[in-house]
């Protein structure tokens, strides 16, 4: 689109009423915000598409002329959707500033060579021309009324915390009164989401709105019953590709990382799960999402069992405000990876073979009837190393990420009917058996980063019932990614048992 | 862009794997790539005995001759016969396709054009033809996608499109059924006060559906003088 600059505002070409020179939004260099006019009767039915929101002209289903006059009086606010930093270009919408996700087109909307981002295409085209529109509220907002939610019990859950629960419960709660970042760094198996009931109750009893966001549409639809049991009161949006709460303006938002890009500061608590994981970790444009779906005056958590290196440091400098729960909910520490020497395996795996230590290590296991996850750094490595373990038991199975059997072949091996299962680092995440042993063949492969073999390490011991396992790193070389998740294991169960949170 | 960042493809974005340049060394090969191996892969050009009008793949079944039952009954009204001389469509609209063409035309993802351009250029250069004329879109479905897809598939393939028509109905067609369609009164007028007798046009679009649309625009050229009107689509 292209607008005209009059005066205080800006103008849709469409709308002039006069003939004035017109640019592409993005040449605006600074879109006039009109002052708010506290008696302009605003239509409800666009703050209920809009607040909180980044949305572009053809999501809205409202005419020009009525978006135009809730900009004209303060209560919408044009944004560019691109913008130019000297020779970089910013989508605004992902923060994708990367060339290759750019390409341009001559437009029939503004009638130049107009650039768009290619990254975020499937939510729309955002284009040099493109506003992209949000809602504006009065300063006091719209927030629920405070006095009614204030006076009700919201949190309606019996459980218990840990000590290491209850203390990293407190401090979110902290964090949420105080509207401050905080890194919650629990192991693996602390149970981490019992930590936020507080917090969040603390957020909603306030008025405010909370959303929880997390890389996988699985924790979507896992977590949002699981908060609608505990938050009976309040809606929960649910929302994933292709779910259908898009427009729905909840207190409580559970959300897939990447649908945070249709928010603009929307939320007064926003927590982030799995800060470390695939996609965010590796996907700066997230990390932009989150900084506009925040308010600018609103509470980070995040929470991860394997932060990145540079936030370790961080939080050893105090520069990062952290809490740790060092010890899962069983009281029992982490198993402790060991590190064995298995010379070159790749180079024995094309005749078929296998190192002996490696060979033995599944024998014990298949012997004593103890199930065991076998991680391998690659597809086809997997594949022969499967060949040359069926040869000691029939049954051992191998799965990997884009396994049309991935669901059937899991389901089993929690019925039990799989002795080993053999897997890429895919699986590191998530899936969850009891009672096993865990092994790496390989682990000098540059896949296994120290978050990745933390995450791998934490698939051993889970249940209370079983809460040990044996952990071993089989390699050809030690890495410092090896060493380091070692020593941060070992760290954390250190602190457990300075904490007394070991039997 | 960066001397170092590798060629992505157009499709998936994945690298395109640097063999395909060696390949392309030892084959003398020119052209650039525009998608990985793995996305070519999924294109499958359409080959074999086709109708000698429409240019599909002809199934026993449902042809008489050299012309499929479609074609012969489009040719057996006479206000319709000849009209199209003949289309050529490059690709089946497998899913992949489906896909890749939706991305195009609705989401608005204009470079994908630049995928199809090597192998529209070198058809395009073999059908005899005055003028390569795009299917026009309406004043507002223009304004909503933000360009016209023919025409950005001829200017992809490096071609310089003729703008010879213009729409007269909305697009909105899809609901109607084939017998709307094929006697619908005029879709589209002529825009350009071009002498037309005796050139030959070739109608350029993304998919051929029905062929109702590239005959359409097909009868109107021809009543206007022109002497033979073809039609290249990308899939169909
Ligand atoms: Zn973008
Ligand atoms: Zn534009
Ligand atoms: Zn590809
Ligand atoms: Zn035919």
């Known amino acids: 689109m292209r607008f005209a600059v009059i005066g205080q505002k800006v103008v849709p070409e469409s709308l002039l009423k006069s003939p004035s020179p017109t640019l592409p939004i ?59 930093h000297g020779k970089t270009v910013l989508c605004q919408r ?56 204030s006076s009700m019990k919201l949190l ?62 699985d924790v979507v639809l896992e977590l949002t019953p699981r908060l609608k049991a505990v938050f009976p009161e309040i809606p929960v949006a649910s929302l994933y590709g292709g779910s259908e709460d898009r427009h729905n303006h909840a207190p ?76 899962r909910f069983h009281r029992h520490p982490l198993p402790v990876p060991e590190l064995i020497w298995c010379g070159n395996w790749g180079k024995q795996l094309e005749r078929e073979k296998l190192p002996d230590n490696v060979i033995r290590w599944v024998k014990i296991r298949l012997d004593a009837g103890k199930q065991a996850l076998v991680f391998a750094p690659k597809i086809e490595l997997m594949k022969k190393i499967l060949t040359r373990l069926r040869k000691l038991h029939p049954d051992i199975e191998s799965v990997y990420a884009e396994d049309p059997d991935r669901k059937e072949k899991v389901m089993k091996m929690r019925n039990k009917e799989i002795p080993l299962l053999l897997t890429t680092t ?22 296994f980063t120290e978050s990745a073999l933390v995450q791998i390490a934490g698939r051993a011991g889970r249940s209370a019932s079983h809460p040990t396992g044996d952990v071993t790193f089989f390699h050809y070389g030690r890495t410092e990614e090896m060493l380091r998740a070692k020593r941060v294991i070992e760290e954390m169960n250190r602190e457990a048992t300075k904490r007394c949170l070991l039997d | ?80 016969r000849g009209c199209l001389e003949k289309n050529i469509s490059l690709y089946h609209y497998n899913d992949f396709m489906k896909e890749v063409i939706a991305r195009f035309k609705f989401r608005g993802d204009y470079c994908l054009a630049s995928v199809f351009a090597g192998k529209l250029r070198s058809v395009l250069k073999g059908i005899p033809g005055d003028y390569i004329v795009p299917i026009p879109l309406s004043a507002e479905r223009l304004y909503e996608r933000g360009f016209n897809q023919s025409e950005a598939l001829i200017v992809g393939a490096g071609l310089k499109p003729v703008p010879l028509l213009a729409r007269i109905h909305s697009e909105k067609q899809s609901k109607k059924t084939r017998r709307d369609r094929i006697h619908l009164p005029q879709v589209f007028r002529l825009e350009s006060q071009e002498k037309l007798t005796g050139k030959n046009i070739v109608l350029v679009d993304d998919i051929y559906t029905t062929g ?10 021809k009543e206007a003088g022109a002497d033979k009107v073809s039609s290249l689509t990308i899939a169909r």
């Open chain 1, 26 to 84: 993005s040449k605006i260099s600074s879109i006039p915000t009109p002052q708010q006019n506290l008696s302009f009767h605003f239509n409800p039915e666009i703050q209920a598409v809009l607040q909180g929101k980044q949305l572009l002209m053809d999501d809205l289903p409202f005419s020009l002329e009525e978006i135009q006059e809730h900009y004209e009086n303060g209560w919408l606010t044009y944004r560019n959707g691109i913008e130019f």
């Open chain 1, 94 to 149: 992902c923060g994708n500033s990367d060339s290759s996700w750019f390409a341009s087109f001559p437009c029939a909307r503004c009638g130049e060579s107009c650039i768009y981002c290619r990254r975020c295409l499937i939510m729309g085209r955002v284009s040099a021309c493109t506003p992209l529109i949000g809602w504006r509220d009065p300063d006091a907002d719209g927030r629920t009324n405070i006095a009614i939610l």
């Open chain 1, 156 to 217: 309606q859950w019996t459980g218990s915390l840990s000590d290491g629960q209850r203390e990293a419960s407190g401090r979110v709660e902290q964090a949420v009164i105080s509207g401050q970042e905080l890194l919650v760094w629990a192991v693996c198996g602390a149970g981490k989401t019992e930590i936020l009931f507080k917090g969040i109750e603390q957020a909603l009893a306030r008025g405010q709105r909370v959303c929880i966001a997390t890389p996988r549409t």
């Open chain 1, 252 to 327: 409580l938002t559970i959300s897939t990382t990447h649908q945070l890009f249709r928010f603009y500061h929307a939320f007064d608590t926003l927590i982030v799960d799995e800060v470390d994981a695939f996609p965010f970790s590796v996907d700066e444009t997230l990390r932009h999402a989150v900084k506009n779906a925040r308010k600018p005056e609103s509470t980070v958590i995040y929470l991860t069992a394997t932060p990145s290196r540079s936030w370790q440091r961080e939080c050893r400098l105090g520069k990062r405000a952290y809490v740790t729960i060092p010890a």
């Open chain 1, 426 to 447: 895919i699986l590191e995440r998530g899936v969850t058996f009891p009672d096993i042993d865990v092994a790496v063949i390989g682990a000098e492969a540059e896949i």
């Open chain 2, 1 to 80: 862009m960066n001397l170092f960042s590798p060629k992505r493809c157009l499709i998936c974005h994945g690298e395109i794997e640097a063999e395909i340049s060696w390949r392309s060394i030892f084959l003398n090969r020119t052209k650039e790539e525009a998608v990985c191996r793995k996305c070519e892969s999924m294109l499958l050009p359409i080959e074999g005995e086709k109708c000698t009008v429409c240019g599909r793949e002809l199934d026993l079944s449902f042809c008489e001759g050299s012309l499929c039952l479609d074609c012969i009954r489009w040719e057996k009204d006479e206000s319709w």
């Open chain 2, 212 to 221: 109702s649309t590239l005959r359409h625009a097909a009868r109107i050229l």
